[in-house]
Nanobody, 123 residues
């Protein structure tokens, strides 16, 4: 029903920046809280950041606070993840997701997943 397509991943050197985009289609985007997740091989998929449907509420996981910024442009049906000062430990497949709700205290519940985009940070 809802399709999410990520773009912007690639190979970068440590200290550089990258911006991921997630384009949504299929239903009303502005009603959906959104999140970015990442998963490295052999690791659990973890929440990186989330944003409320209006963009006013944001949450960041501790490892990315101060370096990553989540934003959205509802007119373009797009959510972004600006990643600065990238580190090798940021290497993972990054997934865009539409959430059932926004919460800074409880684990997220995902309605729809994107296919993911690879981010590789070399040392």
């Amino acid at each position: 029903q809802v399709q999410l397509v990520e773009s912007g991943g690639g190979l970068v050197q440590a200290g550089n920046s990258l911006r991921l985009s997630c384009a949504a289609s299929g239903r009303t985007f502005s009603t959906l809280p959104m999140g970015w997740f990442r998963q490295a091989p052999g690791k659990e998929r973890e929440l990186v950041a989330q944003i409320g449907r209006g963009g006013g509420n944001t949450y960041y996981a501790d490892p990315v606070k101060g370096r990553f910024t989540i934003s959205r442009d509802n007119a373009k049906n797009t959510v972004y993840l600006q990643m600065n000062s990238l580190k090798p430990e940021d290497t993972a497949v990054y997934y865009c997701a539409a959430l059932k709700y926004y919460s800074a205290s409880y684990p997220p519940s995902v309605d729809y997943w994107g296919q993911g985009t690879q981010v590789t940070v070399s040392s």
